[in-house]
Every structure is written in structure tokens, then in C-alpha cells.
């Protein structure tokens, strides 16, 4: 703070509001159905409760919930640079109707006030409330709001004299409907996100750091995805079923190939041809085999045949664009998809992270022969397997996201 030559003046927040409004969508039509028929009751509760002031906030009155429990408001006076006053509460849907948030209002700072005052209205892990948001029924989320009178405000930039400031945050809910996201939550399990080998998940999705350079993350899937086929002990393959809600999601069953007498799931070919040779390893794949990477989205095409692809144009980027589709479905960032490299699985496992690495059997993205790519094997390490084999590899994607996002 460089505030040595002018006297300190309060900030007086005055009837702070954090709104909830509702807007319901009803859809009326007639039906005529001969018939003796039940039509269940359904109920429309978005609402806060359970309000919690953070430890070393400036002493003030206990925010409070209006009576019909969409409004809190709140009165602070901050009196000097460093002072703040934080609280949390939940918006809860109690109904038994999914919803969203349509719109998000907020009367923000004016350019003047944004030197001295720091004013946010966040998810309580600091993500931004936005449309789409989904807050399905019988769920909570919970809200944060903070104002600190800045402690690094240039002195001329202090206020001459005590200043009322007036805020209002408002989130319109609305029944949810076939937009309605939810919110991705990427968070670190491990470490905090950011060194080799954290751990970091992207709503339900789990990942190991793979690298940093302090733009973009690099995360590496804690398991292959469930796609493709299984394989029993007697070699038969089978193609998994499609429709489910987890097919293309990491499962801690598709392993791939663990030993001979249990049956694998999860196997792919790893493409439907060896499109990165042409009497020899085509130069867009890299300068030699052993730092090729030739996973390439041009062969992306979904097989003919899960447990045969015969499709020139398919490969696993198949498995891994559409799995990147999905996780940007949540309203994540994510800059990029793609396998790891035979480099990058070195460099995993020296930095002590074999048991990791060996978790499962999967493709990685380096060529070792014309006909051979670099794939990790269960329990052992590196082993190069030829392109069509389809009843023993899996898929294990890595994805880039921004390294803000952590």
C-alpha cells in the first residue's frame, strides 16, 4: 500500500444484495388419453440458506435471508486498506425440477471505485457463475461473496471522503432444459495441480500433471477410456455396448490387456491403416521414428467394425476427439487432445511415476516401425505392438487445458 500521505477514508457497503430470482418455463398443452392414469406432483424450491462469514472478516452484522429465502443482504464498513468481509452461501434446489441460470446480473464497479475496492460474486472455489449452469434438483451449490478495501491502492488513488458503494448480484434460475451444462469443476486432488505428477480432476474425470509451462497444463489420464471391445482368455472379441452414459469416459475396469487369464476391456486397434508411412516415415510425423508423433485428427472417422475397423480414415483420435467433446460439453477449456509420446512416458516414469505410467495397457503416439507403434503394457513398460492388433491396447488420452484454470 503507498497511502504515507493521505489520511484513510471508509468504505460503507449498504445493502449489498445477492439475488436469486425464478423464471419457470411451462409448457401447457391438451391431451386426450382414454385410460385411468397417476400424474405425480412436482415442485419448483431454488433458494439460499446457511450462511457462513470467513474467519478474519471486520466485525458486522450477520447477512440475512429475506423471508422468501431468495435475497440476502448485507451492510460492511471497511476502514482502512486490508480490510474485508467474506461470506459463503448455498443456493440450494430443493425441488424436484432440474434447473439453470439464464441470466446473471451484476452492477460490478465503476473505474474509480475498482482502484480501491475489490468486489467479487463467485462459486465458492472462485469460478465464474454463468448461463447454462445447471443446478439439478435435490443439489446444492455454493455462492462467495467478498469485498476488501485494497491493500496495495496508490495513494492518490484513496478515496477524499467515507464512500457508500451500493452492490447488487442477481442469478436468474430457470427450468433447465436440453442446454443446461453442468459445471465443471477442475480441481487438484493432489498437490495443488500444478508439479509432475498432481492430481487433477476435471468434474468426475481424473488426471496426473504431465507438464507445465505455466500457460498450458499438460494432464494424462489416470485410466483408459471405456471404448472399443473386450477380450476374454480365449481371444474372443466383442465389441462393449455403445449407449451408455459412461462409453468414451475413463473406467478403472478398461485396463486393456492385464494377463492371460482374465478377460480385457477396452481394446482398440490403433488405426485402420499405417497412414504415416510412405517408403518411410512421412515428414509431418517428425524426423525419425524415435520422436515421432503421428497421432493425427485427419484419420478420425468412427470404425466400421469396433472389433475389426477396417476404415482407412479411422484411428484412435476418434476415441480421443470425442472424449474432448465431452469434457467441453461441461463448459471446460480444452486447448487441445491427443496421446503421449514415447518421450513423454520416459520423462513420466523418471520423474517417478512407473506405477502410474504401467497402470494400464494403452497406445501411445510414437511409431516405432512402418507397421509398429510404442504402446505401454500392465504391470511392465514399454513394448511395440503392431497397428492392428485389437484385442489388447486401450486408449488413454492426455489433454491440454490453460494453466489458468487450476
Known sequence: MKSENRNNKKIIIVALLLIISIGFSIISSSLTI??????????????FENIEVKSGS??????????SETTVTYNVTLDQPGDFYEFTVDAVNDGTIDAMVDTVSNTGLTENQQKYLIY?????????????????????????????YNSDVEGEDLPGADQTVTLTFSVNYVQADETAVSRALIRAISGDGTHVGDQVAIDSEEFYVLGNDNTNLTLFAKNNLY????????????PLPTSGAGYNLQDATAKGWVNESVTYVGTVKFSGTNYWYDSGLKPKYGSSYSVSNIYDTEYSTAPNDIANPTNTNYSV??????????LEALGVTINSARLMT??????????????ELVSSSYWLATASTSTQVWSIVSGSGLNKTVYTSNNSRGVRPVVIIPASSI
Not at 227 to 238: A, K, L, Q, R, W
Request: with cysteine; proline share 3%.
Open 317 to 326: 483420435a476418434h476415441y480421443i476427439q470425442a472424449y474432448k467433446s465431452k
Open 342 to 355: 514415447y518421450q513423454e512416458s520416459e520423462a513420466f516414469k523418471n520423474a517417478g511415476f512407473n506405477n
Open 227 to 238: 471404448v472399443g471391445s473386450s477380450c476374454d482368455p480365449e481371444g474372443t472379441v466383442t
Open 120 to 148: 467479487q460474486a463467485t462459486y465458492e472455489d472462485d469460478s465464474e457463475i454463468m448461463t447454462k449452469h445447471s443446478l439439478k434438483k435435490q443439489t446444492t451449490e455454493t455462492y462467495k461473496v467478498r469485498v476488501e
Open 34 to 47: 382414454n385410460g385411468v392414469s397417476s400424474i405425480k406432483g412436482n415442485t419448483w424450491d431454488v433458494h
Open 58 to 67: 471486520v466485525t458486522a452484522p450477520i447477512p440475512t435471508i429475506s423471508a
